[in-house]
């Protein structure tokens, strides 16, 4: 079934949300697909372009700068119930950092007004000001018995609400508020992170994780074909072992 199947991918705001690599989010996820001769079509969506909650199985959404956060919330609150429907439907999302940010309720800016959220996650983000270390550097947090890897680099701190759970434990690094060990936040089939670098290339499971997600919604039981990771296997254990292999793996208890 495999070269039957095909995804529709929408990647929210591409020319204004990629720092740090975001965009080798898409291409994990087209490859991946490729290997498996599963059709990825990637939709670009743009400021002032319409989203139809109906046509994609799958959206994505970068970080950006505070300048380009502020363009991209205020062009949200026009996308933004069309988004929240798809969602609530069981679209698979993943937002990364300034798109995790406005995945929330607002972020509220060292300077400069607060930007509203469409609140897909029950999270806020504030910024602290300059005098408050940013959140930088490498990551490992334990997710459904795996690790994920990353880096971060946030002045933004991000709290959960009661209605929000989050991605993953930070076994190094700072998460959404170097406070309280919680990275990301998972909403239905929504993922929210602050993980660049980029995330899906050197995570492999997450990335095969969401497909699986997407596929189930479209065509029901959908088993992934399984793939030589060996090559993103390294990626992932150098990373590691950047942070010090000793270190995350007292922290797991093993």
Known sequence: MSGEARLKLAHLYPNLMNIYGDRGNIICLRQRCLWREIELEVTGIGLDEEFDPLAYDLLFMGGGQDREQQMVAEDLQVKGQAIK??????????????????????????????????????????????????????????WNNHTLVGFENHGGRTYLGPQAKPLAQVIHGHGNNSEDDGEGAVYKNAYGTYLHGSLLPKNPHFADHLLSLALAQKYGDFPLAPLDDSLETRAHEAALKMVGKRRWLSRLGT
Do not use: M
């Open 85 to 142: 429907a798809a969602i609530e439907s069981g679209v698979v999302a993943l937002a990364v950092c300034g798109g995790y940010q406005l995945f929330g309720r607002y972020y509220r800016p060292a300077e400069g007004p607060e930007l509203v959220g469409i609140e897909v996650f029950d999270a806020w983000t504030i910024h602290k000001g300059s005098d408050v270390p940013r959140c930088i550097g490498n990551v490992v947090a334990r």
